[in-house]
């Protein structure tokens, strides 16, 4: 099991993010050497449809939701987790 995180972006994402665009990548930097984050990435049309983070545990995507400069500073105006079963795990 997987759990998927769902950034919805916030109005004028590109300007509310850039001052917490370095905070956000050692986050993302630190959650993915310690083997919690899996993938992350945008969706098409990122400034409407937001981003996508795979992570390990339920655990680990909330408490990186929980610290996350773009959740904290009203960069994503919405957040959501789903639990995806991953039919090709080893």
Do not use: C
């Not at 099991?1 to 993302?28: C, Q, T, W």
């Not at 655990?59 to 995806?84: H, I, L, M, S």
């Amino acid at each position: 099991m997987k759990y998927l995180v769902f950034y919805e972006p916030a109005d004028n994402v590109l300007e509310r993010g850039a001052p917490h665009m370095d905070a956000h990548s050692a986050r993302i930097r630190e959650f993915h050497a310690r083997g919690d984050l899996l993938l992350v990435g945008t969706l098409e049309n990122p400034q409407v449809n937001g981003s996508l983070s795979v992570f390990r545990t339920r655990e680990a995507a909330e408490e990186f939701v929980a610290g996350d400069p773009f959740v904290r500073n009203g960069v994503v105006k919405n957040w959501y987790v789903r639990e995806w079963n991953e039919v090709l795990a080893p």
